[in-house]
């Protein structure tokens, strides 16, 4: 069946993208759920690779869908869509068409590659790190539903689309985080991660309303006879510059849940309690850049000229000054808190927390193409690192850094393939973390200086905190004496090697002197092509922020053996400083607070709103109906078929009284009787007789 | 001598309405009962002309005539006892004030 819908698909078209090419990307990895996810039980290991053969084809698709517009050059302006399926709502006069379709320009082709080629290495990895889980064909049915819709996310050409598949890659982060949910810790994170983002979620669907009032469409560009939004900013949001700023924010506002910004993170790092190649595939390389991936593909309207008017004019604030300032607190503050982390998986939510940050602050000072080259980098070397760290608590059954040590000899491609992820993010050449946040870092330069200093820091702060992880877990000696660690199976490896080469050499394609990413990306995108020269003396500069947080790193980490969590250098020498980070800026137990505050006390108002007025009008109606029934019931009973019944017993009863008066007690009348029945009988034959002629 | 069909069932027809007069207005019950053979004695009377009418080789009719003589003997029988029963509760045996079993 797949073989004839793809031959049909190669000979009809040779050469060009399909529309059943984009299908089968996305219908693969679903036929894949629902065959692991209904006949799971049955397959046992054979639910691993089956998934893994038909996420593997849909990400061939993927690669071919990329090379495809690399080769043939087209995205370039004109745009690769069709339709699958449109829905028609609204009335005849006012018609309102949904196109269900794909969109393929080099932002969709990139993040193809990277989902389906990340994706597909993370479930190979899978295989060896969830051996012998009971529920082993369903974690792989969830995880084939999340590359289905991840991937039509990144295809979907309006925003309906793109919301439906927002919320399901939000369904199986939640199914996925909760997936050992016989821990208490997995259950209340899978419930916080949900609850979180559907908070930003809610922003998200209210922005797709008022796009939707103001545009009249939900399509992306124009198809088939549907407005574009994207094409037609300028005409419709003509003096409506407020209107179009509160829908984009509200746009961010998903993102922000999504992308784990400030004030919406608390939910990444809880989200860790899911099996590691779910925090790499989902909580770190893609879904959680599917925030920044929506900013990215709406970038024209943050860049449009929708102003924010607060307080009469007082303050003006663009989107995408919100999102560049958001983008780098959020990628400051994760930073520090990053710095005092014990779980080795913690270490790297944060990380992640903060360069989704980088991201946004990129796209916020307007940088469209770095920070979606971040996004790209990002993608492999923190799939890398949480592979890596994966792989070592797979060795050692603990999180906790300060039980291991001295890792290194064990695990040496363990460790290799770690170096060179924690090198790319901590942003060292020629590694590709180095170049992505290298074009971050010179886009906030020239855009905005303040934006660059915190972006500068950060960096530091990054490497400091992936060099004190990298000493502890694998340099040194071991802290507990009762583990013995070993190296992870080939079948673990081998991602590990796989993903470390696209983390060192990823970036070459986007060096500021060459810049292949950006010519590629940037085509069509005419408000994004401002490029600037870079000037070298930053990157340079940059360079030096990063050895220095190394070498500060290993003098404070590596040079001596330190034996346990308190002992931390770094407790000392920030003080009271250390125990802020080490809560995390308080902000879990302000936005408990805040939460218990706020959203409790409207709980038990909707509570008791709900049980007073709710349920009291409720119970009053079901009272009323059930008297008005109570009553009809009765007339019925007593009036119909209580008279029935008396009726017929007072017609027996005077018949009877009727009757009995012939019963007179003497013989004589009852002769009589006898006589005059004998007499009609008579009669009766006589005249039968007469009239006749026969008795 | 002229002894046609006519002639008997003349009798029987007369011997039969004296009995239903006497019932229906003698208030002696054994007057009643005497008068109830009558009827009876009436209809053998038929059974036995007609049946030497009809079956002149055969005896049908007298054989029905016999049985409703014996029946009658045993109800007369009873009626008797009856009566006497009556008269020892009621010391009389008047129809007319024997009525308790009415409405």
Known sequence: MLSVLLNFALASNAGAIHDVIPLLIIVLPFSSFLICALLGYKLKKGAGLLSLLLVGSSSLLCLWVFVDVIVSGKGNGELIQGCWMTIHVGSKEAPFVIPLGYLIDPLTSIMLFVVGFVGWWIMLYSIGYMDGDPRYHRYFAYMSLFMASMLGLVLSNNFVMLYICWELVGLCSYLLIGFWYERETAMRACKKAFIVTRLGDTGFALGIFILVSMFGSVAFYPLDGVNGIFTSIGRATEGKENMLALAVMLLFCGAVGKSAQFPLHVWLPDAMEGPTPVSALIHAATMVAAGVYMVARCFVLFDANGKLNLFGGLIVLSPAHIVALIGSFTAFMAATVALVQTDIKRILAYSTISQLGYMMMALGVGAYSAGTFHLVTHAFFKALLFLCAGSVIHAMGTNEIFEMGGLKSVMPITFATYLIGMGALAGIPPLSGFWSKDEILTHAFVHSKPIWLIGEVTAFLTALYMTRQLCIVFLGSPRNPEAHPHESPPVMLLPLVVLSVGAAVGGLIGTPWMNLYASFIIHGMASAGAHHKPPTAIMFFSIAVSLLGVLCGYLLYGARHIPNHSEDPLRKLLGNLYSFLEAKWHMDWYEGKATRRVFFSLVSFCRRFDLGVVDGFVNLVGWAVAYLFAQLHRFFDLYVVDGFINGLAFITGVCGDMLRRIQTGFIRHYMLFVLMGFVFLLIVSIWRIVVLGHP | ?103
């Open chain 2, 1 to 103: 001598m002229v002894s046609s069909m006519m002639h008997y069932l003349i009798l029987s027809a007369m011997l039969f309405s004296i009995g239903i007069y006497g019932i229906l207005t003698r208030r002696n019950a054994i007057a009643i009962l005497m008068c109830i053979e009558l009827m009876l004695n009436a209809v053998n009377l038929n059974f036995v002309a007609i049946g030497a009418h009809l079956t002149p080789n055969q005896i049908t009719g007298q054989l029905f005539a016999a049985f409703v003589i014996t029946v009658a003997a045993a109800e007369a029988c009873i009626g008797f006892a009856l009566i006497i029963a009556i008269y020892r509760n009621f010391e009389k045996v008047s129809v007319d004030d024997i009525n308790i079993m009415r409405w």
